[in-house]
């Protein structure tokens, strides 16, 4: 079964506990845990010792009990850059990626997105790919003996924004499972089908409606065509999960919309 979770990006600008609080409520079991150092839910850093991994361990258990819900997927992001290859940088990585993944096999969560962070402001992007895929090789080294499944995303602002910076590392990295989000993608002016190359290694997606230069907006509002998507998936027998990746925002109540998504995909990928 593919399962849907309820990211909780939905709650980005709250603390963990409101914010899982109001997930719950609003109807959601499954959940996809931002583990972004610096910005929520999780911050790596504070795994890297067993006191902080701990801690950390006990209250994501109390958490997820207090609120019924069931954690599948994570969103992460380690506090180095990827272009970052100085060895504090190095070090600080593998400690965060080892923490993080010690957390995750704690809670039975066995998927992590890599977040690809922001680009190098300081070297062409040529200049700065080769560290970037030294520093993913590094954390899928990591990540195979744990039983974890690390995907990098294709973001806007970070190293792999436009299409020939997405081609290009899937070119360096054949061994790098995806996440696919279309919508980093078709707010660039990327047409909906061009995206599907990488459903070729997609293992999970994350979806929202998103229009020409907003990376979200109402569901229906916007410009992904779910049914062509959906079908696209369909088509492909896709067996991964999905995370619905709303964004909170003072603008709408984005829980209502990732509601509605969550009904849309479920018309065409069952949940039990």
């Known amino acids: 079964m593919n399962r849907i979770a309820c990211s909780t990006s939905t709650r980005c600008n709250s603390p963990l506990d409101e914010g899982l609080s109001a997930i ?10 931002l583990a972004i150092d610096g910005w929520a839910h999780v911050h790596t850093r504070e795994l890297v010792t067993p006191e902080g991994l701990g801690e950390a361990v006990r209250r ?16 992460s992001g380690v506090g180095p850059q990827l ?22 096999k704690a809670l039975g969560i066995s998927f ?11 070297r062409p992007w040529e200049d700065a790919l080769a560290d970037c ?3 993913l090789r590094d954390q899928l ?9 690390l995907a990098l995303e294709f973001h806007v602002n970070s190293p792999f924004e436009t299409f020939e910076q997405c081609a290009r590392i899937m070119e360096l990295l054949p061994e790098m499972p995806l ?27 994350h979806v929202r409606d998103a229009a020409a230069r907003r990376m979200q907006t109402r569901f229906g509002e916007g410009i992904v065509d779910f049914g062509r998507l959906l079908g696209e998936l369909k088509a492909r027998s896709y067996k991964g999960d999905f995370s619905i990746e709303y964004l909170q925002t003072d603008e709408f109540e984005v829980l209502e919309d990732t509601a509605k998504l969550y009904r849309r995909i479920e018309a065409d990928f069952p949940q039990g």
């Open 24 to 33: 719950s409520a609003a109807g959601f079991s499954r959940i996809d845990i």
């Open 60 to 75: 994501t258990e109390t958490l997820m009990k207090r609120y019924s819900l069931t954690p599948i997927a994570v969103n």
């Open 141 to 149: 080294e990591l990540a195979a003996p744990a039983g974890v499944t």
């Open 179 to 205: 996440v696919y989000d279309p919508t980093h993608l078709v707010m660039q002016g990327i047409p909906l089908e061009e995206t599907f190359r990488f459903l070729d290694r997609a293992v999970h997606v």
């Open 83 to 104: 272009y970052d290859r100085s060895p504090e940088a190095v070090v600080r990585r593998k400690a965060e990626t080892e923490g993080l993944l010690n957390w995750m």
């Open 112 to 122: 992590a997105a890599i977040q690809p962070r922001q680009p190098d402001p300081d």
């Open 133 to 135: 895929a030294a520093s």
